[in-house]
């Protein structure tokens, strides 16, 4: 009787899972060097009687760095994915959305993407987004780790290294309440001070403004004394690339208002296209960033050459984009 019981219970728990819209991803290989290629294998499972519509693919262009909660300011905070072949769903960089074609054809329910990652971090497999008709809600599935590591790191990760969110606790909340005993405490202290001090003659604060220097003095500056440094000359060709790319961030985001410093290369490019700035100018500008990265995260080498006409591409590109301010006499 038991095993008629265990028989039905699995034929009704396969019947519930084959009726619930799915897709499951796993990764080829499961851990990988900064710029390599990894694939994406999905399998998506349709209930009967449902139709797929669309497969939105636009999630891999917004997978968030998990090594960023962990440390903001070596990881950035969106992994920067390039789509080397979109394999049997056609997708590309630009066309992440595959819908349903007039002549009725069928979506693909299964396929590989390729991509490429180059920034360094960790992040959960993306799915995909799906639409149906009718609308149904995919069921979750536990999705891997991905790690993309710097170059000359020994790969060790497997399924035991994933990451494990710890369960909250009411000691997590300690140290608000600490900080909000410390603040009333302070606001108490305040109150004190005024009121001992409130018969004493108040003073003329004199506040100067400081008057900030533009962005292009500034920049212009700090590649002047880069270039003074002669680092690459020196062999520290790493550092080189570190520093000139910081100066040219620093100035894009005093000038244009850009989060310069927090963005990847490819959001801080679609931020520059939207404030107006040239194509040439971008080109050059991500130019200096992409092939920054690859020395600084995989041990490459630029040479002389390159040295030398990017620090000569920054200084045009400053003095190209810098501000003018036109004074007029007064009276016009």
């Given at each position: 009787m038991m095993k008629y019981f265990l028989i039905l219970f699995c034929s009704i728990v396969l019947s519930s899972v084959s009726a619930q819209l799915s897709v499951a991803v796993d990764a080829i290989p499961d851990s990988i060097y900064f710029g390599d290629d990894v694939v994406l294998n999905y399998k998506m499972n349709v209930p009967t009687g449902t139709q797929l519509t669309s497969i939105d693919f636009s999630p891999l262009k917004e997978i968030e760095n998990a090594a960023y909660q962990q440390d903001s300011v070596t990881f950035d905070e969106i992994m920067d994915v390039d789509i080397v072949d979109g394999g049997a769903f056609g997708i590309n960089d630009v066309n992440l959305i595959i819908s349903q074609q007039p002549d009725g054809s069928g979506l693909p329910l299964q396929g590989s993407v390729k991509i490429r990652i180059s920034t360094i971090g960790a992040f959960l497999?993306?799915?995909?987004?799906?639409?149906?008709t009718p609308a149904q809600a995919v069921m979750p599935l536990q999705r891997k780790p991905l790690y993309v590591l710097?170059?000359?790191?020994?790969?060790?990760?497997?399924?035991?290294?994933?990451?494990?969110?710890?369960?909250?606790?009411?000691?997590?909340?300690?140290?608000?309440?600490?900080?909000?005993?410390?603040?009333?405490?302070?606001?108490?202290?305040?109150?004190?001070?005024?009121?001992?001090?409130?018969?004493?003659?108040?003073?003329?604060?004199?506040?100067?403004?400081?008057?900030?220097?533009?962005?292009?003095?500034?920049?212009?500056?700090?590649?002047?004394?880069?270039?003074?440094?002669?680092?690459?000359?020196?062999?520290?060709?790493?550092?080189?690339?570190?520093?000139?790319?910081?100066?040219?961030?620093?100035?894009?985001?005093?000038?244009?208002?850009?989060?310069?410093?927090?963005?990847?290369?490819?959001?801080?490019?679609?931020?520059?296209?939207?404030?107006?700035?040239?194509?040439?100018?971008?080109?050059?500008?991500t130019d200096i960033l992409q092939i920054a990265d690859k020395v600084k995260f995989a041990k490459g080498k630029t040479g002389p050459e390159i040295n030398e006409r990017f620090m000569e591409d920054a200084i045009e590109i400053v003095n190209i984009t810098k501000q003018v301010q036109i004074e007029t006499e007064s009276g016009e």
């Open positions: 497999l993306p799915i995909p987004i799906i639409n149906t710097p170059r000359g790191q020994a790969i060790e990760l497997n399924e035991n290294k994933s990451i494990i969110e710890e369960a909250i606790s009411w000691k997590d909340y300690m140290k608000y309440l600490y900080g909000l005993l410390t603040a009333v405490g302070l606001v108490l202290l305040g109150i004190y001070l005024n009121k001992k001090f409130k018969d004493n003659e108040e003073k003329e604060v004199v506040i100067v403004p400081e008057v900030k220097k533009p962005a292009h003095i500034i920049a212009l500056k700090d590649l002047n004394e880069l270039k003074s440094k002669q680092l690459w000359q020196s062999g520290e060709e790493k550092q080189y690339h570190t520093e000139l790319t910081r100066v040219m961030r620093q100035y894009v985001e005093d000038r244009y208002d850009i989060q310069a410093l927090e963005m990847t290369t490819s959001q801080l490019k679609n931020s520059m296209s939207k404030k107006g700035i040239g194509t040439a100018v971008i080109s050059k500008f």
